[in-house]
């Protein structure tokens, strides 16, 4: 019978997880654009950071996945560490409505959720039908593990050995020991909540003095998913696990105070119910709730903390690393996508930067022409060297289950790659021209020169405009057509102005070499305002 009971309790662990992770994956993908809408909202304002976090944590049905994701948006340079703090102190509360749901215990309707949810994902084309089937088979699958961890603990319940060895948890000490190695273990608090709600239905816990404990340590243990995940990732980003561990220590360790004393808080919890089960999910929202009230007033007190413990910024990273994308952040796709618009944008930077240097050769504005050529290679081989590994990075985010928005999002940042590589490619082109022009008969005419000005002002001006537009993220027809016109403008120019070179030619102002070297210049300048257009219409999905 033992054995029987822990290879059940063992199954159902495993079905309560399984059922977890399913539900959470599929409300991660059915709202996974608007998770980034909600991130949108993020401001300086902390109390608006605690109802962002609240809901995206509730949407989830995970502060790890809420505490990673912020983790990556902090790796991406979108939040800094007073707004994570809110969040974060925002999930913890977000956490309580799965407690919620699990006190309900609503186990008879855990097989017609089962039988739905799969009609949903097995015989249903839309894939939105197949998250929301996702959902309500993984809801009945979670309660489905719950009662079988119940039946299975009845029987232990009347052996003498495990009443003996749960009375340990009687020592506040083993109780938050086992609260927090259950929730490291699980990288769950839900998971923690769910197995000692199914001890306690079997009748095995039913003193609330001995259970607050292992609360207090599991509301420590949920801080493992976000340390581990912050491992190898920049100091910020540790810095906000770190604010989690150190929000979370510092309430509790006030709250196991107040319990430890003689205040009667243990005696308030059991006043509002006659359910242990239930007293437990009441004393886990009262907890989280009262921490938010105490210490989100001392957000800096506790940045400081945090800022203490992990000395120092991150050293400057070499340009040829990725500064926004973590490879970890693919088991969000939401999050991912955003990091890497992020990094291709650090790149347009880049390739308009290089431009500028071009303009300045060509120009004859630069202080030292031969240091700028040289830069502008350098630059050209990183160009090059992150294109393809952001080009690798989104093949494996094009694996992951992303939804219709993305998908184009993600198509959308494949062109403008492309697009970026060949206008670095045209600046190298351009200053290669300037140099074999320089090296075999001298300089431009001066009309030459006022001609390239002109046509090199309108590319720049394009490329500017369309790497602006691509930055918003929003589709914006009046800067669109500003860098249309541009873009038609210099198509102009380099037919007028091949027809001037031809005429300097027939009049002997300029020789065969410089006049090639400037028609391959005006051609570039041309291919630069075109690829300039298609990143501007790279947003046109979401007109």
Same mark, same amino acid.
């Given at each position: 019978?033992?054995?029987?009971?822990?290879?059940?309790?063992?199954?159902?662990?495993?079905?309560?997880?399984?059922?977890?992770?399913?539900?959470?994956?599929?409300?991660?993908?059915?709202?996974?654009?608007?998770?980034?809408?909600?991130?949108?909202?993020? &401001?300086?304002?902390?109390?608006?950071?605690?109802?962002?976090?609240?809901?995206? &944590?509730?949407?989830?049905?995970?502060?790890?996945?809420?505490?990673?994701?912020?983790?990556?948006?902090?790796?991406?340079?979108?939040?800094?560490?007073?707004?994570?703090?809110?969040?974060?102190?925002?999930?913890?509360?977000?956490?309580?409505?799965?407690?919620?749901?699990?006190?309900?215990?609503?186990?008879?309707?855990?097989?017609?959720?089962?039988?739905?949810?799969?009609?949903?994902?097995?015989?249903?084309?839309?894939?939105?039908?197949?998250?929301?089937?996702?959902?309500?088979?993984?809801?009945?699958?979670?309660?489905?593990?719950?009662?079988?961890?119940?039946?299975?603990?009845?029987?232990?319940?009347?052996?003498?050995?495990?009443?003996?060895?749960?009375?340990?948890?009687?020592?506040?000490?083993?109780?938050?020991?086992?609260?927090?190695?259950?929730?490291?273990?699980?990288?769950?608090?839900?998971?923690?909540?769910?197995?000692?709600?199914?001890?306690?239905?079997?009748?095995?816990?039913?003193?609330?003095?001995?259970?607050?404990?292992?609360?207090?340590?599991?509301?420590?243990?949920?801080?493992?998913?976000?340390?581990?995940?912050?491992?190898?990732?920049?100091?910020?980003?540790?810095?906000?696990?770190?604010?989690?561990?150190?929000?979370?220590?510092?309430?509790?360790?006030?709250?196991?105070?107040?319990?430890?004393?003689?205040?009667?808080?243990?005696?308030?919890?059991?006043?509002?119910?006659?359910?242990?089960?239930?007293?437990?999910?009441?004393?886990?929202?009262?907890?989280?709730?009262?921490?938010?009230?105490?210490?989100?007033?001392?957000?800096?007190?506790?940045?400081?903390?945090?800022?203490?413990?992990?000395?120092?910024?991150?050293?400057?990273?070499?340009?040829?690393?990725?500064?926004?994308?973590?490879?970890?952040?693919?088991?969000?796709?939401?999050?991912?996508?955003?990091?890497?618009?992020?990094?291709?944008?650090?790149?347009a930077m880049m390739v308009v930067g290089n431009f500028a240097l071009a303009k300045k050769i060509v120009l004859?504005?630069?202080?030292?022409?031969?240091?700028?050529?040289?830069?502008?290679?350098?630059?050209?081989?990183?160009?090059?060297?992150?294109?393809?590994?952001?080009?690798?990075?989104?093949?494996?985010?094009?694996?992951?289950?992303?939804?219709?928005?993305?998908?184009?999002?993600?198509?959308?940042?494949?062109?403008?790659?492309?697009?970026?590589?060949?206008?670095?490619?045209?600046?190298?082109?351009?200053?290669?021209?300037?140099?074999?022009?320089?090296?075999?008969?001298?300089?431009?005419?001066?009309?030459?020169?006022?001609?390239?000005?002109?046509?090199?002002?309108?590319?720049?001006?394009?490329?500017?405009?369309?790497?602006?537009?691509?930055?918003?993220?929003?589709?914006?027809?009046?800067? &669109?057509?500003?860098?249309?016109?541009?873009?038609?403008?210099?198509?102009?120019?380099?037919?007028?102005?091949?027809?001037?070179?031809?005429?300097?030619?027939?009049?002997?102002?300029?020789?065969?070499?410089?006049?090639?070297?400037?028609?391959?210049?005006l051609i570039d300048l041309e291919r630069i305002a075109d690829h300039a257009c298609n990143i501007a219409y790279?947003?046109?999905?979401?007109?």
């Amino acid at each position: 019978m033992l054995f029987n009971s822990i290879i059940f309790f063992l199954g159902g662990i495993g079905l309560f997880l399984f059922g977890m992770k399913f539900m959470s994956e599929g409300l991660e993908l059915s709202t996974g654009s608007r998770l980034k809408k909600i991130l949108g909202l993020f &401001t300086a304002n902390k109390y608006v950071g605690v109802l962002v976090g609240f809901i995206i &944590t509730a949407i989830t049905q995970s502060s790890a996945v809420t505490t990673v994701m912020v983790i990556g948006f902090v790796n991406a340079g979108l939040l800094n560490l007073l707004q994570t703090a809110g969040i974060i102190i925002g999930a913890n509360i977000g956490t309580t409505t799965t407690g919620l749901i699990i006190a309900l215990n609503i186990h008879t309707v855990a097989p017609v959720c089962i039988f739905a949810g799969s009609i949903l994902i097995l015989f249903t084309k839309k894939k939105k039908l197949k998250h929301i089937g996702m959902v309500i088979a993984g809801f009945g699958i979670l309660f489905l593990g719950l009662k079988v961890m119940s039946d299975a603990m009845k029987p232990l319940s009347e052996l003498p050995q495990v009443i003996e060895l749960f009375k340990f948890t009687a020592n506040p000490l083993l109780g938050f020991v086992i609260g927090l190695a259950i929730t490291a273990i699980t990288q769950s608090s839900t998971a923690t909540i769910g197995i000692i709600v199914a001890v306690m239905s079997a009748g095995i816990i039913t003193d609330m003095n001995q259970a607050i404990f292992i609360l207090y340590g599991l509301n420590i243990g949920s801080c493992s998913p976000a340390i581990i995940s912050s491992l190898g990732s920049s100091k910020n980003a540790r810095k906000t696990a770190m604010i989690h561990l150190v929000y979370n220590v510092i309430g509790i360790s006030i709250f196991a105070i107040v319990t430890l004393l003689p205040l009667g808080f243990v005696g308030i919890i059991t006043s509002l119910s006659d359910n242990i089960s239930k007293q437990f999910v009441y004393a886990h929202i009262i907890v989280n709730i009262i921490m938010a009230i105490i210490l989100l007033p001392a957000s800096k007190f506790i940045i400081r903390i945090t800022e203490w413990i992990i000395k120092g910024v991150d050293e400057a990273k070499s340009d040829v690393y990725f500064e926004y994308i973590d490879e970890k952040s693919l088991e969000t796709p939401s999050l991912a996508v955003v990091q890497t618009y992020k990094e291709v944008d650090r790149l347009a930077m880049m390739v308009v930067g290089n431009f500028a240097l071009a303009k300045k050769i060509v120009l004859g504005q630069s202080k030292d022409a031969e240091n700028d050529m040289l830069r502008i290679s350098e630059t050209e081989n990183t160009v090059n060297f992150l294109r393809g590994k952001i080009k690798n990075h989104i093949i494996k985010l094009n694996a992951t289950e992303l939804e219709y928005i993305d998908v184009k999002v993600v198509a959308s940042l494949s062109s403008v790659i492309n697009d970026l590589e060949r206008v670095g490619n045209h600046a190298v082109n351009i200053v290669k021209s300037v140099s074999q022009a320089t090296e075999n008969s001298g300089a431009f005419t001066d009309e030459s020169i006022s001609e390239l000005e002109s046509m090199m002002e309108n590319a720049s001006v394009a490329l500017s405009r369309a790497v602006e537009i691509f930055a918003n993220g929003e589709w914006d027809q009046k800067g &669109t057509q500003e860098v249309k016109q541009l873009e038609e403008i210099t198509d102009d120019q380099n037919e007028r102005y091949k027809q001037n070179h031809i005429a300097r030619l027939d009049k002997g102002q300029c020789d065969y070499v410089t006049g090639l070297a400037f028609v391959k210049i005006l051609i570039d300048l041309e291919r630069i305002a075109d690829h300039a257009c298609n990143i501007a219409y790279s947003l046109y999905y979401k007109k």
